[in-house]
């Protein structure tokens, strides 16, 4: 019998054969130079170059130019989506000349509606908002008008920040005021630094997403005149209405519709844009509620989407702490092409039952919104002649409306 050592040399040998042919396998495959480069120690771990890391997102913008220019040498309508922008006799090659003219005879792209059929923008000044923090109640828009807090808005009166926030509660945004508690410690603690925000991806020309960033010192100096977009305190609420008091609901549900179809006309407005996401609680469901969560919520797709498609769009601000805020990264929208209709609505969770009672589904006021937005977008394109950004656009429609409603482009609500 054998010494155990012996069988250890043995199965050593056969390893360091093996290895040795498979040196030489690679050196026969690669080229030596390749393969000597292979080997040579490294003192730090090799980083990628900025090409290399930006390739997802360039890959991913080369493809989007491409499908633009394949499906807009034919306009052709979308029949799948339903959400069809020319007619089918308009099956033209779209030279520029061409695209005006076809843009210009189609009734989808008419004249805006006029100021009379939006609901007015009702903002609440940052200070008044920090006295409801203080309190530690928040009560609906219907309430805030009686004590003087939210105003009609007009830019003479100062800056106004949009936030786009998930619910924490079936009845109530923020029961406990959880989220906007971390937001005004954030304000209440800017300084005037030289640094910005934070960088964002400069890849994307300007039709497809703002590559500018947020300068914390004007954002500083703006916060003393700041007015907040905040649905809650902003948006009729039909829930504080009685259910016997027939005429006052529809007249809340008219203006309801109204201020929700305003909503791209209330984003092209606001000089900030901040998604308010700290991690936080849902009271009935338990699901902890996040940056995540809120980009997997239908309504803040849409608002999202809204910002993006303004004519004077700019960056998304992203807090997800008192202490940490950031720049939405353009690949968040960009790489996922968020589908508005296949994110989460509370309707459909609740199977479109309040109460004991039927209640409709939210995807038609999204298909609405969505529409009107994407309508002046295009509109605004082929006004600068922007032919690119309008060939873009119109190649994502399929993405941006897949599953909504069928129904056609509207008419903006935006002039």
């Known amino acids: 019998e054998l010494p155990l050592s012996w069988h250890t040399r043995r199965l050593q040998q056969a390893i360091l054969v093996l290895y040795a042919s498979s040196l030489v396998f690679f050196v026969l495959q690669c080229g030596r130079s390749s393969a000597l480069a292979f080997f040579e120690p490294r003192t730090t771990m090799p980083q990628p170059s900025p090409q290399r890391a930006r390739a997802p997102c360039l890959m991913r913008e080369k493809e989007l130019r491409r499908a633009a220019e394949c499906n807009s040498c034919v306009v052709e309508p979308l029949h799948e989506t339903g959400h069809p922008l020319l007619p089918k006799s308009s099956l033209v090659h779209t030279s520029p000349e061409s695209v005006i003219q076809l843009h210009d005879a189609n009734p989808l792209f008419a004249d805006s509606p006029s100021e009379l059929d939006r609901f007015p923008l009702y903002a609440i000044r940052l200070k008044d908002l920090e006295e409801i923090v203080s309190t530690r109640t928040l009560e609906p828009m219907q309430e805030q008008l009686k004590r003087g807090r939210i105003h009609k808005w007009d830019p003479s009166m100062g800056k106004l920040l949009f936030i786009s926030h998930q619910w924490l509660d079936w009845d109530h945004p ?233 129904g056609q482009m509207s008419t903006s609500l935006l002039a």
């Open 174 to 406: 923020d029961p406990d005021l959880r989220q906007l508690r971390e937001f005004i410690k954030y304000v209440s603690s800017l300084t005037v630094p030289t640094t910005r925000l934070c960088d964002v991806c400069d890849l994307q020309p300007s039709w497809a997403f703002a590559t500018t960033a947020v300068r914390l010192e004007e954002l500083a100096e703006d916060i003393g005149d700041l007015w907040i977009w905040y649905d809650f305190v902003c948006v009729p609420q039909l829930r504080c209405v009685p259910q016997s008091d027939h005429a006052t609901r529809r007249e809340c549900e008219a203006d309801f519709s109204r201020a929700i179809l305003s909503i791209p006309s209330y984003v092209e407005q606001s000089s900030y844009f901040l998604v308010l996401a700290p991690p936080q609680t849902h009271r009935q469901t338990g699901s902890v509620m996040d940056y995540q969560t809120w980009g997997q919520r239908g309504w803040c797709r849409l608002e999202l989407s809204c910002r993006i498609l303004a004519q004077h769009s700019g960056p998304v601000m992203v807090l997800s702490s008192s202490t940490e805020v950031s720049i939405m990264r353009a690949e968040d929208y960009y790489l996922k092409l968020l589908a508005v209709g296949r994110g989460e609505y509370a309707c459909c969770s609740r199977n479109h039952v309040v109460g004991g009672q039927a209640i409709p589904c939210d995807k038609q006021f999204s298909t609405q919104v969505l529409s009107d937005a994407l309508s002046v977008k295009l509109h605004g394109l082929i006004k600068q002649k922007d032919f690119d950004g309008y060939r873009f656009w119109m190649s994502c429609r399929a993405a941006m409306f897949d599953g909504l409603p069928n």
